[in-house]
């Protein structure tokens, strides 16, 4: 196209009409200000919010914005005149230690999408953020003790290195956030979501509570733990995953049914959950921790067979939890083997008085001990077609089956196979 044309082209689309929203977006752009989606707040409000921000003194627990009300608009113009807009606050300034962030200590931010805002050292001590969008915003060394975060959505967050000690995260959606170096100690995750969560060995886990009767459990399906010290977490009183409570669930969040498919996925994850887990516990020497969710992963294989229709298998994993607890229930073989010799007992009792020879209860119990483990005697001479000998052949075959059973189970979990 000749340079005149292009011209030309240039100055049509600059006459094109652009809709106000647009037209602030613009202006931002220009001015490297990408993060900002909001037209600039009025002189008045500016003015408000400048003697707000000037009212500071920590030994008199004066904040700026304790307990007001702010939206986004608001918190992008604070951002962009922080320190006079002398300090950076793009990606060169986030989470530099000794760079001092935005003061927004006890502000009421509820619901306020905060999507992509440079906030990294930002003080957000005891803020209200209930239902507040943190997509994809930068957080890196902020302040947010005792921060009200529940039901917050804080996907692709970045909070590398930030205090959350105190916060309240019930519910909150941190899929893909990156917590590396951040310090969660006496945090509050009852139904939090933690889906590709990214942690490190920096990352402080002390005293956090995972779950609660009133709003269950919380997800941590394919979290990369990162070597972080699992040790100090109250794993007993996890039960068990969010991701087998939404498992189990048989309609999606807007209350239509759930389709196989989507059942299918939903156990394939909780079983999924349950197994890396396991893995990040053994791995730290937690091995009593461990065994409790590979047990729970098998439920949900059970369950995934169920609903895949493999039915041999389900039949299959059934009879194993039934028999031995997959391993980790030994005494229930115990009982297992107390019912079946006492059943056949009860059986030669019976048969023994109706067609002979009649058994005392002491011999019809041992009788069926001997024959469970395949050593079998045949009282009074019977023979091999006596009813009371098919019986015990028929017991000998069960007592073979739940032995067999009972030592694979055992060696897989004792060799973890």
């Given at each position: ?184 100690s006496n945090v ?34 394919d979290v990369h ?153 045949f009282p009074g ?37």
């Amino acid at each position: 196209m000749p340079l005149s044309e292009q011209d030309d082209m240039q100055a049509i689309i600059l006459q094109m009409p652009i809709p106000d929203e647009d037209k602030w977006k613009l202006r931002w752009w220009q001015q490297g200000q990408r993060w900002r989606t909001e037209p600039e707040i009025d002189a008045e409000r500016q003015k408000y919010l400048e003697e707000q921000r000037n009212k500071y003194d920590v030994i008199e627990h004066i904040y700026p914005f304790k307990d007001i009300k702010l939206n986004r608009a608001d918190v992008e113009w604070l951002i962009a005149t922080h320190k006079n807009g002398h300090w950076p606050v793009e990606s060169d300034g986030f989470g530099q230690p000794g760079r001092e962030g935005v003061n927004l200590h006890g502000a009421i931010l509820r619901g306020v999408d905060l999507w992509m805002l440079p906030l990294a050292n930002a003080d957000l001590y005891d803020a209200h953020l209930e239902g507040a969008n943190f997509h994809s915003a930068h957080l890196e060394g902020a302040n947010l003790i005792n921060a009200h975060l529940e039901g917050a959505k804080l996907i692709s967050t970045h909070l590398e290195n930030a205090c959350l000690m105190d916060a309240n995260l019930e519910r909150a959606n941190l899929s893909s956030a990156h917590l590396e170096g951040a310090w969660l100690s006496n945090v509050h995750l009852e139904g939090a979501i933690l889906y590709i969560t990214f942690l490190d060995a920096e990352t402080s886990l002390h005293r956090i509570v995972l779950s609660n009767q009133e709003i269950g459990p919380v997800s941590l399906l394919d979290v990369h733990w990162g070597d972080a010290n699992v040790g100090t977490i109250d794993w007993p009183s996890l039960s068990k995953l969010g991701d087998e409570h939404s498992a189990r669930q048989q309609k999606n969040h807007d209350g239509t049914p759930k389709s196989r498919a989507e059942l299918i996925y939903g156990y394939e994850c909780a079983t999924r959950a349950y197994r890396q887990l396991a893995v990040t516990l053994h791995n730290q020497g937690l091995n009593e921790d461990a065994a409790r969710f590979v047990y729970s992963s098998q439920g949900m294989q059970r369950k995934l067979f169920c609903h895949q229709r493999k039915f041999i298998r389900y039949i299959s994993s059934l009879f194993l939890n039934i028999l031995a607890g997959y391993g980790y229930r030994w005494w229930r073989s115990f009982v297992t083997y107390l019912l079946v010799i006492t059943i056949f007992a009860i059986a030669y009792f019976i048969v023994g008085h109706t067609v002979g020879p009649a058994l005392s209860p002491l011999s019809s119990l041992v009788f069926s001990m001997t024959s469970f483990h395949g050593r079998g005697f045949f009282p009074g001479g019977i023979g091999l077609d006596d009813p009371l000998t098919v019986i015990a052949a028929f017991e000998a075959f069960v007592g073979l089956l739940i032995e067999v059973t009972f030592i694979a189970t055992l060696t897989q979990r004792l060799f973890n196979r």
